[in-house]
């Protein structure tokens, strides 16, 4: 799917945009691209591509994954002014959801890799319909982990699937009777779950909205049951209180790295 081909689409339609070819013609026209705030960068690669779309030309400055400071140029872009004004304002939005994404992410990674070199931090699924390639993109420069992408590349056991089904020791039988070549992950609320996921060898397990406490106590009981197991917490899980659940879990995902993140700030000036 050609996601910047739809969305260059929703914002030109058909008649393009027609503020600025009423003004301009073939006029060439150089901008820059400054951040407004110390950010991690992420989209930059995602911009050039919207201008080169346009037939515009854009030089990169700095890198996806640097940390950049307010007022740093990041892009230069030389074209048709009319190619320059068309993109500024996706090339702009791409720059500040994914590198609001990506800064949060590299806050949280660097707070939790000094009390535990291992731990992961990931993204959900809970993403902006459209724009999830890019989001969980934004994770993965700010030094994350996506998890899974969709519903088809990994097995998430969840609550209703659970209750559904009757009994989390049924849903774990009906997906190994036919998933095979599939990470098998089971969402658990309590020590009873765990360990019946644990004793039924899936690849991991999900803690979720338990107190640190509560979840490190799962987590000692089920690695006692099965030290191969994944352990990841999830659920109410923010910047505050994130240093409590790193110590012991494997993986900790976070809706609202992807969900409500703030966006960082950058300004396209023409020249």
């Known amino acids: 799917?050609?996601?910047?081909?739809?969305y260059l689409e929703e914002d030109l339609g058909e008649e393009g945009d027609i503020t600025t070819n009423s003004i301009f013609t073939n006029e060439e026209g150089e901008a820059i691209i400054i951040a407004k705030e110390d950010c991690?960068?992420?989209?930059?690669?995602?911009?050039?591509?919207?201008?080169?779309?346009l037939g515009?030309?854009?030089?990169?400055?700095?890198?996806?994954?640097?940390?950049?400071?307010?007022?740093?140029?990041?892009?230069?872009?030389?074209?048709?002014?009319?190619?320059?004004?068309?993109?500024?304002?996706?090339?702009?939005?791409m720059l500040s959801r994914m590198s609001g994404i990506a800064t949060?992410?590299?806050?949280?990674?660097?707070?939790?890799?000094?009390?535990?070199?291992?731990?992961?931090i990931c993204a959900t699924r809970k993403t902006t319909p459209g724009f999830r390639k890019y989001e969980k993109k934004a994770v993965i420069i700010g030094g994350g982990e996506p998890h899974r992408f969709g519903l088809f590349d990994a097995v998430l056991i969840k609550?209703?699937?659970?209750?559904?089904?009757?009994?989390?020791?049924?849903?774990?039988?009906?997906?190994?009777?036919?998933?095979?070549?599939?990470?098998?992950?089971?969402?658990?609320?309590?020590?009873?779950?765990?360990?019946?996921?644990?004793?039924?060898?899936?690849?991991?397990?999900?803690?979720?909205?338990?107190?640190p406490q509560v979840a490190r106590d799962i987590a000692t009981r089920v690695r006692e049951e099965n030290p191969d197991i994944i352990i990841e917490v999830s659920g109410g899980i923010t910047r505050d209180n994130i240093l409590l659940y790193a110590p012991f879990a494997d993986r900790i995902s976070l809706g609202y790295i992807t969900h409500s993140v703030k966006s960082k700030d950058f300004s396209l000036e023409i020249l």
Not at 1 to 6: E, P, Y
Not at 40 to 53: C, Q, T, W, Y
Not at 108 to 118: A, E, G, S
Not at 162 to 188: M, N, P, Q, T, Y
């Open 56 to 93: 515009a030309e854009m030089q990169i400055l700095h890198q996806d994954g640097e940390k950049i400071k307010a007022g740093t140029i990041v892009a230069r872009i030389r074209g048709k002014l009319r190619a320059i004004l068309a993109g500024e304002r996706l090339a702009l939005n």
């Open 159 to 211: 609550d209703n699937h659970i209750k559904a089904a009757g009994s989390v020791e049924e849903a774990i039988r009906r997906v190994k009777e036919r998933i095979k070549d599939k990470f098998v992950e089971v969402e658990v609320e309590n020590l009873e779950q765990a360990l019946i996921s644990a004793r039924e060898e899936v690849d991991a397990i999900l803690i979720d909205n338990q107190p």
């Open 40 to 53: 991690v960068l992420a989209g930059i690669e995602d911009a050039k591509e919207v201008f080169s779309r």
């Open 104 to 120: 949060e992410t590299r806050t949280l990674v660097d707070m939790c890799r000094r009390v535990n070199p291992d731990v992961k």
């Open 1 to 6: 799917m050609d996601l910047i081909k739809i």
